[in-house]
């Protein structure tokens, strides 16, 4: 069974950094696109950034372009999130997610496994 924890969120003041982790379990993902995705209070889950299979690839919203790196160790079946410089508009729930596939994506339904999520609260 296919298994995502996130950890590392946590209250922040603005200018702050934060890194998250991705915990994947139950196969090996090496070969899958992984992406984080984030939900602030009363918004849809947005895109945040993916990282392809072999990690030689990433891509990130414009928001956090700059600002946030994505990477994985394939060793350590992990992905991570560096966040710094962080807003209080980056507040909200991060959750990390796996796409059964090679290609990155940008779009929800085109990841197959999520994570429950971590809080991430920026301060002003």
């Known amino acids: 069974q296919v298994q995502l924890v996130e950890s590392g969120g946590g209250l922040v003041q603005a200018g702050g950094s934060l890194r998250l982790s991705c915990a994947a379990s139950g196969r090996t993902f090496s070969s899958y696109a992984m992406g984080w995705f984030r939900q602030a209070p009363g918004k849809e889950r947005e895109f945040v950034g993916v990282?392809?299979?072999?990690?030689?690839?990433?891509y990130y919203a414009d928001s956090v372009k700059g600002r946030f790196t994505i990477s994985r160790d394939n060793a350590k079946n992990t992905l991570y999130l560096q966040m710094n410089s962080l807003k209080p508009e980056d507040t909200g729930v991060y959750y990390c997610?796996?796409?059964?596939?090679?290609?990155?994506?940008?779009?929800?339904?085109?990841?197959?496994?999520w994570g429950q999520g971590t809080q991430v609260t920026v301060s002003s």
């Open positions: 997610a796996v796409r059964a596939g090679i290609r990155v994506a940008t779009t929800m339904s085109e990841y197959d496994y």
């Open positions: 990282i392809s299979g072999s990690g030689y690839s990433t």
